[in-house]
């Protein structure tokens, strides 16, 4: 390996290139967080709309704030570099020899491991204070909200339509889902053929709908309006148009919705012809009857079957 | 290679490759089932349709399928688009010739997005003889043979659930040739309002395509059998 040969004089003072960037960077990384602070964050998605969409909202937020100095100190220190250590015209010479600097390796590791360790913690806290921050937590989840008055509701996926239970009132079922204002509300996602995904964007709870699966997320609502549910998971021909608008309504307004509608079920039969309310359904069984139905009075229709013998997989 | 046997070959190639992206084109895209054209009276559109057990296809004659009967010539045509005047009043008309599957979700049972929240309702049975023409709000399909298919266009609340024909007079006299004209079957009519221009798909929420992965494959996701759009035209 080649020694570099000193230089025949001493070469002029070099500007201090670190207080240089650091101070283009400062401002500029302030400029930046603040912007993102007050500017952009209230407008970021998912929105308010419930807890768990603030907190997302919240955690983009801050990651923005975290994430807009080191972009910018990248930025900054790429376009001094360019401007400052390119190769000029006629300029032939070596650059200086360099051994290590332990005061900037020192002080990468260390900002990069806060940064890291940092995120770490924010993360673990984001997701254990917002009970699953929004997410499906599986049939026994663990971060729960600490009240118990809960608004527990269904979610069936089906190909392909969500319908929506509402065990608290009779185990009343319907196509929109209709939620109170300032309530805290379990939802228990289900799916009676193939996976689906429960994605109301605006609330903040995305949850899989598996079959055979009590997949339990939790959020508080905070804001009343509209919202639109989609299947965030390829289902089949009709995937694209698997959505439908739901509605945060006053709680008084929530009461006569739900009051209405379990009276018109109660009355017109359906409440009865629907199956006693579980966490997951077999599609093989039809309670009522009693027993693993696979074909009705030996009629056969289309194909006669809830699930034909030769069909490759039942849930 | 000599240069004309180059350029033979290129040529040979590329009309290859034109042909068949011509019959992708034609095939796939442009060769769906075609589109029957309703037109309105009096803001109303009558639309007749109906369910049977089999179709007319010669590649695939063993799936359910429904039909659209063309209102101009009253031939049924095996399709399952078709278009209508938006801001009218659909008055459908639903033939169910198909003989009963449980629900996957009895919830399907009951008739919602109707004019008035009912289906008229009568059964003819294996001797053409009709049951009194009833209203109904729900027709309860996990309480005996009574659904066959659905008719829903989830996008305008619109559920419908298509019965069946009597178990008893369904046993071994369910219409065998499509489309249908003879036979037990049920006659369904109701109407629901088309509120502005567009497509809207619709399909039968039963799952009919037995064979397939939990019977929604095959004509459960086919255009043209159990699924279609209904065009809303401004």
């Not at chain 1, 952009?40 to 969409?53: D, E, K, L, N, Q």
């Not at chain 1, 089949?236 to 698997?242: E, S, Y």
């Not at chain 2, 429904?66 to 101009?72: R, T």
């Not at chain 2, 049951?131 to 309480?143: K, L």
């Amino acid at each position: 390996m080649a020694t570099p040969e000193a230089p025949a004089s001493s070469p002029a003072a070099e500007p201090r290139h670190g207080l240089r960037i650091f101070l283009i960077w400062l401002p500029l990384a302030v400029i930046a967080d603040l912007l993102i602070w007050f500017a952009w964050y209230p407008h970021m998605p998912p929105g308010r709309m419930t807890s768990s969409a603030s907190h997302q909202q919240f955690d983009i937020a801050f990651l923005a704030v975290v994430a807009a100095p080191v972009l910018l100190f990248v930025w900054t220190y790429a376009a001094y570099a360019l401007l400052n250590w390119r190769h000029r015209e006629g300029d032939e010479e070596d650059g200086p020899p360099i051994h290590g600097n332990a005061k900037i390796q020192a002080t990468w590791i260390g900002v990069t491991a806060v940064i890291v360790l940092g995120l770490f913690v924010f993360g673990t806290v984001e997701l254990i204070v917002p009970a699953g921050a929004g997410a499906g937590e599986g049939p026994a989840p663990i971060w729960q909200p600490s009240t118990s008055n809960r608004l527990q509701v269904q979610v069936i996926g089906q190909q392909w339509a969500f319908t929506y239970r509402y065990p608290q009132f009779g185990g009343m079922e319907t196509t929109q889902l209709v939620l109170p204002n300032n309530a805290t509300v379990e939802f228990h996602v289900t799916s009676l053929d193939v996976i689906h995904s429960f994605w109301a964007y605006r609330l903040g709870v995305k949850a899989d709908a598996n079959p055979g699966v009590d997949n339990i997320a939790f959020t508080t609502t905070k804001q009343m309006g509209s919202f639109t549910v989609r299947c965030n998971e390829l289902c089949g021909l009709w995937h694209g148009a698997m959505f439908n608008a739901g509605l945060v309504l006053s709680p008084a307004a929530f009461r006569a919705w739900a009051s209405a509608l379990r009276f018109k079920e109660a009355n017109n039969g359906v409440l009865s012809a629907l199956p006693p309310y579980a966490t997951t359904y077999d599609p093989t069984v039809i309670p009522q009857l009693g027993a693993a139905i696979v074909k009705i009075d030996q009629i056969t229709g289309g194909a006669g079957y809830y699930y034909p013998p030769q069909d490759p997989v039942t849930p | 290679m000599s240069l004309p046997v180059r350029i033979t070959a290129l040529l040979v190639a590329f009309a290859a490759v034109a042909v068949g992206a011509a019959f992708i084109v034609v095939h796939y895209i442009l060769g769906g089932p075609p589109t029957i054209s309703f037109n309105a009276s009096g803001g109303v559109t009558n639309v007749v349709l109906q369910e049977d057990a089999q179709n007319d296809s010669s590649t695939k004659p063993d799936w359910v399928s429904y039909f659209v009967q063309d209102p101009s010539t009253k031939q049924w045509v095996h399709t399952t688009l078709f278009s209508v005047p938006a801001h009218t009043t659909v008055h459908m008309t639903i033939l169910g010739y198909d003989g009963c599957t449980p629900l996957r979700n009895n919830f399907w049972s009951q008739v919602q997005g109707t004019v008035g929240g009912t289906v008229g309702l009568r059964i003819i049975n294996n001797k053409g003889v009709s049951t009194p023409y009833r209203r109904v709000s729900v027709i309860n399909g996990w309480a005996g043979c009574t659904v066959a298919h659905t008719f829903a266009i989830p996008s305008l609340h619109l559920f419908i659930p298509v019965a069946s024909p009597n178990a008893i007079d369904s046993a071994n006299n369910l219409c065998s040739v499509s489309p249908c004209t003879s036979g037990p079957h049920s006659v369904m009519t109701f109407s629901f309002r088309v509120p502005n221009s567009g497509v809207f798909r619709w399909q039968c929420f039963v799952p009919c395509g037995g064979g397939f992965l939990d019977g929604n494959g095959g004509p459960m996701q086919t255009i043209g059998y159990m699924t279609g759009n209904m065009e809303a035209r401004a």
